[in-house]
């Protein structure tokens, strides 16, 4: 095929040229399209004047008369409808002849009155267009209307524009086709031997036509650049492929090094493996076991022969518990991850080892079920241990109920002869005091104080013991609190005043909602905590009580003292039995189990016990206590 054949075939299917050649095409077209619709609008306008100048020679042509009659206008109405395009004609009316109408009569002019200018209108549905002249316009003394058949200017028009249309696509054809030439000619042919040279070879041995450098303009830059830029390459080349087998040699060092390491992984792998779990187990899709891991058989003492290819419903375990066995197929079917399945298996020695299954599904790429993985564990001595903790709690639970059941029955063996001491000496301080002088009288005192003082503690103990054993009971009912603070703040006074302590009763203004306690252990509650707030004090220091509702609902009485406060590091021992926080030595009196039996009566009446202190400023208890709904009634007594 000749070379400009085929460089003529190489335009025709350059994707570049055939868009450049529809836009070439287009462009002339939209712009011819532009300038020549003026002209269209024109050309109507001139056709419809060339009526207006034909009737214009008409009114001329026709013989005018001073004083025209009835059927002299007529015969000029006849003349003129005989006229080309011609098909209506009428004579306005005045005041000596009536209007004269031939063939279709025109839609002007507009008003019944004669209109004072001409009028023209095109009337589009029925190819006709209407004229009107006044009677000043015309020779005649009438206004005369014609009205033209206009469908022969549509078809020279339609012709005009057919024979304007076939110009323009001359014209774009031209200018498209000249365009294409000059493109071929002076860039694409250029173009089409560059890429022909480039693909050569694959590109590295490719040949760039010579008379391509030698162009002095932008193409001959861009050959010059190609041509620079494959000496480069082909400089580069040798370079690329000694670096490329230094970099293939590399690569394979760096494969078997990461073989190597690998390698290690899967080692390591193996050994926390075998560090974390006694052996791996696997199912098929099937539910049924496929594999064991080495230590299966040693730890459990079943072959792997008897469970492979079958499911757990097949091999069953003896001695499971029903509801652990009926969960843990669930979840086999259901395809759900387990933990700890835990199971007994007696080996052939007749011992028996509890196992601790793990288990995860898999799933294949596509989504659909593979089966499961899993894990084992031998936690024999686990259980063992639990087995071993759980008869110590047990044992310890029986010593707590027997130190209980021995306090319980100290605490009563010995308020009877405590009993009978307190009553002697209060006998012998009320019947005679005339009989004992002074220092007898305070010897008794100290009887009665100090036998008092282990009452006290006895009592104490007691409630705790009865708190411990569940057998303390309490009968819950509905109470005002500034009723309950007043009984226990007048008890309170008289410690009070020992040791010159101000008690104050702050209570907010408006009503305070009723509680639900046992009025009892309520008053149990607050002497504890006045008791503390009084003898930890400073003399002469000052006591609060403050009732207020918290933002749960319920009813906190805050007892606010300026005492020496609690150290930080002492706090967490406040509500341990026994525990007197540094003061074990004090001539302050307790054995350090009040706050304990507080605690634990607040939690018997539905409340808590809490406390903000600060060494050095002060403390806070607070004892927080349920309030009643508006419908609150009595309560019965109940166990605790």
Same mark, same amino acid.
């Given at each position: ?11 025709? +299917? ?6 450049i050649?529809?836009?070439?095409f ?14 269209y ?38 003349? %003129?409808?005989?006229?080309k395009?011609?098909? =209506? ?8 002849m ?9 839609s002007?002019? %507009?008003?019944s ?15 006709s267009? &209407? ?14 209307? %014609? #009205?033209? &058949? ?27 086709l ?7 000619r002076q ?7 560059? #890429?022909?040279?480039?693909?050569? =070879? ?32 082909s ?5 690329d492929?000694r670096?490329?087998q ?23 792998f ?39 290819? +079958? ?8 001695d499971?518990?029903?509801t652990?066995w ?36 898999v799933?294949a ?8 993985? =899993? ?21 310890a ?5 027997a ?6 029955s100290?605490?009563?063996?010995? #308020? ?8 002697f000496?209060q006998?012998?301080?009320?019947q ?30 007691l ?12 009968k ?17 006074q008289?410690?009070?005043d020992q040791?010159?302590?101000t008690?104050e009763?702050?209570?907010?203004? *408006? ?10 252990l ?23 009580v403050?009732p ?5 609902g319920?009813m ?5 003292? &300026? =005492? ?40 018997l009446?539905?409340?808590?016990? *809490? ?30």
């Amino acid at each position: 095929m000749p070379l400009s054949t085929e460089r003529g075939v190489q335009l025709l +299917k350059s994707i570049v040229g055939r868009r450049i050649a529809w836009v070439v095409f287009l462009s002339v077209i939209v712009i011819e399209i532009i300038i020549l619709v003026p002209s269209y609008l024109r050309q109507t306008d001139q056709l419809l004047m060339q009526m207006d100048r034909q009737d214009e020679l008409l009114f001329e042509s026709l013989a005018i008369t001073p004083h025209p009659d009835p059927a002299l206008m007529e015969d000029h109405a006849k003349s %003129l409808i005989r006229a080309k395009n011609i098909i =209506g004609v009428y004579f306005s009316p005045s005041h000596q002849m009536p209007a004269i109408n031939l063939g279709e009569r025109p839609s002007v002019p %507009l008003s019944s009155s004669e209109a004072d200018g001409i009028q023209r209108q095109r009337n589009p549905n029925e190819h006709s267009y &209407d004229v009107f002249w006044p009677k000043d316009a015309t020779a005649f003394h009438h206004g005369v209307a %014609l #009205r033209f &058949d206009v469908s022969h200017i549509d078809d020279a028009l339609t012709e005009y524009v057919l024979r304007i249309s076939g110009l323009v696509l001359v014209i774009a054809a031209f200018v498209t086709l000249a365009t294409m030439w000059v493109l071929k000619r002076q860039i694409l042919d250029s173009l089409f031997a560059l #890429r022909n040279g480039l693909l050569t =070879g694959g590109g590295r041995d490719a040949v760039i036509p010579a008379d391509g450098k030698n162009r002095q303009d932008e193409l001959g830059d861009l050959y010059r650049s190609v041509q620079t830029m494959l000496d480069d390459v082909s400089e580069a080349h040798v370079d690329d492929k000694r670096d490329l087998q230094s970099f293939n040699e590399e690569l394979e060092q760096r494969v078997q090094e990461r073989t190597d390491e690998l390698r290690q992984s899967e080692i390591r792998f193996h050994a926390f493996a075998d560090a974390a779990s006694d052996w791996f187990w696997e199912m098929d899709s099937q539910l049924r076991f496929s594999y064991f891991s080495e230590r299966f058989t040693e730890i459990t003492g079943v072959p792997q022969t008897a469970l492979l290819g +079958k499911t757990r419903e097949e091999t069953g375990i003896p001695d499971v518990d029903p509801t652990v066995w009926q969960e843990h197929l669930e979840n086999l079917h259901n395809h759900q991850s387990f933990r700890s399945f835990i199971h007994p298996r007696i080996q052939s020695d007749g011992t028996t080892v509890y196992l601790a299954i793990n288990g995860v599904p898999v799933y294949a790429e596509d989504g659909q079920f593979a089966g499961f993985r =899993g894990t084992g564990r031998d936690i024999t001595t686990a259980m063992e241990a639990e087995q071993s903790l759980r008869s110590a709690k047990e044992a310890a639970e029986h010593a707590s109920q027997a130190k209980s059941t021995f306090l319980s029955s100290m605490s009563h063996e010995l #308020r009877t002869p405590l009993n009978a001491i307190i009553g002697f000496a209060q006998l012998m301080k009320r019947q005679r005091r005339s009989q004992l002088d002074d220092s007898t009288l305070r010897q008794v005192d100290e009887i009665l104080g100090a036998g008092r003082q282990l009452l006290a503690l006895i009592e104490g103990v007691l409630d705790l013991v009865q708190i411990e054993s569940g057998e303390a009971t309490s009968k819950l009912t509905s109470a005002v609190v500034a009723d309950l603070l007043g009984d226990t703040l007048t008890e309170a006074q008289n410690l009070a005043d020992q040791y010159a302590i101000t008690v104050e009763l702050k209570l907010s203004e *408006g009503p305070f909602p009723e509680i639900i306690t046992d009025r009892i252990l309520f008053r149990q509650c607050m002497d504890n905590l006045l008791t503390n707030a009084i003898r930890y004090n400073a003399t002469g220091g000052h006591v609060t009580v403050k009732p207020e509702m918290t933002s749960t609902g319920s009813m906190r009485i805050n007892v606010i003292d &300026d =005492g020496p406060g609690i150290d930080k590091e002492m706090q967490r021992k406040v509500f341990t039995p026994f525990e007197r926080l540094g003061h074990a030595n004090s001539t302050i009196p307790g054995i350090g189990i009040g706050l304990t039996v507080t605690q634990r009566t607040a939690a018997l009446l539905g409340g808590d016990v *809490g406390f903000q202190s600060t060494a050095g400023e002060g403390s806070t208890f607070w004892l927080e206590i349920p309030v009643a709904e508006p419908s609150a009634r009595n309560v019965a007594s109940a166990p605790v």
